[in-house]
């Protein structure tokens, strides 16, 4: 069984530009979330995407936004990228909220550098 | 809001010796399950073990054993028979049972393991 894959590995961006970071889910599972793992900072959870819907989402400015797919994969847009948002980005998906297991499994990063 | 908190920036082990890994939290929730990741230098995240709040039993994967002490917040864990591969930064984090799915990390510990 395939993992959670992300695309692409690396992201260099310059501060003002805009970043598109992808993600594909297990098979079967439905739900998507993505976190921020910024040096000194942790892991910081961003958005949960389940059934195509956004249904929660953390402490972060709305210029980060992302959707997700009728294939359940999602996509992180970053728009006006400032500096303090290179970090590693961090996808994993888990079988829908309903299901009482549903642990999330981790994709393996895609690491933004803004410039 | 849920805290985690994992007090022990960095630890090392002797190969084949036993460590433990703290982590406290808070919340006023009854029922949550709490995790332990480990992330190797590659950086994917792997799950290493699970423990659901109403479960009195710890759980225990292999080599890798949990203390949960519900009353005091308490979610350690043991390492037995340290490889080199247990090499890694490992995360506690906290999962609501009722809401939100999403994962509430500790900063992580840092494990080497020497030879």
């Known amino acids: 069984e395939a993992g959670v894959t992300q695309s692409p590995t690396h992201l260099i961006k310059t501060r003002g530009q805009q970043a598109t970071l992808r993600c594909s889910p297990i098979?079967?599972?439905?739900?998507v979330y993505w976190y921020q793992q910024a040096l000194g900072l942790g892991l910081q959870f961003l958005l949960w995407?389940?059934?195509?819907?956004?249904?929660n989402r953390g402490n972060f400015p709305p210029r980060f936004s992302g959707r997700q797919f009728p294939n359940y994969s999602s996509e992180l847009n970053v728009n006006a990228l400032e500096l303090e948002d290179s970090a590693l980005y961090l996808c994993?998906?888990?079988?829908?909220?309903?299901?009482?297991?549903?642990?999330?499994?981790f994709g393996p990063g895609t690491r933004l550098t803004v410039l | 809001a849920q805290t985690v908190t994992q007090s022990q920036p960095e630890m090392s082990v002797q190969e084949a010796e036993t460590v433990t890994l703290s982590c406290t939290y808070d919340?006023?929730?009854?029922?949550?399950?709490l995790f332990w990741y480990k992330q190797p230098p590659s950086r994917q995240m792997i799950l290493v073990i699970r423990?659901?709040?109403?479960?009195?039993q710890n759980a225990t994967e292999n080599r890798f054993s949990v203390n949960f002490q519900k009353a005091a917040k308490s979610f350690s864990l043991k390492i037995s028979d340290s490889q080199l591969g247990d090499a890694a930064m490992y995360f506690c984090?906290?999962?609501?049972?009722?809401?939100?799915?999403?994962?509430?990390f500790g900063q992580g510990t840092r494990l080497t393991i020497n030879p």
């Open positions: 098979s079967g599972h439905t739900s």
């Open positions: 994993a998906s888990s079988r829908s909220r309903a299901s009482s297991y549903n642990e999330q499994f």
């Open positions: 919340t006023s929730e009854s029922d949550y399950y």
């Open positions: 995407y389940d059934e195509g819907e956004e249904r």
């Open positions: 984090a906290y999962r609501s049972e009722a809401r939100a799915q999403k994962l509430v």
């Open positions: 423990q659901e709040a109403y479960k009195q």
